[in-house]
């Protein structure tokens, strides 16, 4: 059974737009949830985690465990943050979704 | 330069050719990971490591083999009884398997099989 549910492939916007890239996931127990990244030719590396409860590149991610849900959001898009996200849950070892890439335009 | 270092970063391999993928790491890291990136597939695992000499199957391992003799070092071997082997692979380290959640990549091997 899918654990992580990314539902967007592609998530296309504009400059200055807001962005939500949602996450689902299905887990019992207290999840622990990570939103990675992969900018072109680089890296894929962590971007923020749930219990940090942090704010990384204007990115924020709240966990709703009423609607299993861990949404990564940023009120004003920038063209630099075009890459592509994935979300994880830590089950032992670290489960990723099928990942989000998100495209911000001038 | 540490970090994770994995090499070659292209092979080509003709059906029936075992592939060996190389992973080391200067970290320290006592855990590592391999996983297999497909367009629309995300991330999945193939095989992990807790410590030396141990290592468990990942959610697809069939056709895949790894050890872990040095703890800097976990290479794959792809064997010709993965079917569909053309694919990039990422390797990963973390502090420990039950840590705090940061895995740390090398930048992948993408191969391809003729």
């Known amino acids: 059974a899918q654990r992580v549910t990314q539902p967007e492939k592609l998530l296309s916007v504009f400059k200055g737009a807001p962005v939500e890239l949602k996450c689902n996931y299905s887990y019992s127990g207290s999840p622990e949830l990570f939103w990675y990244v992969q900018y072109s030719r680089q890296r894929l590396q962590l971007l923020l985690r749930?219990?940090s409860r942090e704010s990384i590149k204007g990115f924020t991610a709240d966990l709703n465990k009423g609607e299993t849900s861990f949404h990564l959001k940023k009120p004003f898009a920038q063209e630099e943050d075009s890459a592509m996200y994935y979300c994880a849950l830590r089950d032992g070892t670290l489960t990723f979704g099928k990942g989000t890439m998100l495209l911000v335009s001038p | 330069d540490g970090g994770i270092t994995q090499s070659p970063k292209y092979l080509f391999r003709k059906e029936g050719q075992n592939v060996t993928l190389s992973c080391e790491q200067n970290?320290?890291?006592?855990?590592m990971y391999w996983y297999r990136q497909d367009p629309g597939q995300g991330l999945r695992l193939i095989y992990y490591s807790q410590i030396v000499n141990d290592f468990q199957k990942g959610d697809i391992a069939e056709g895949y083999s790894v050890s872990r003799e040095k703890k800097e070092s976990f290479p794959l071997t792809v064997t010709s009884a993965q079917k569909n082997p053309t694919a990039f692979y990422l390797c990963?380290?973390?502090?420990?398997?039950?840590?705090?959640?940061?895995?740390?990549f090398g930048e992948g091997s993408r191969l391809t099989v003729l």
């Open positions: 970290l320290n890291h006592d855990a």
């Open positions: 749930h219990i």
């Open positions: 990963a380290s973390s502090i420990f398997s039950g840590g705090p959640g940061e895995l740390f």
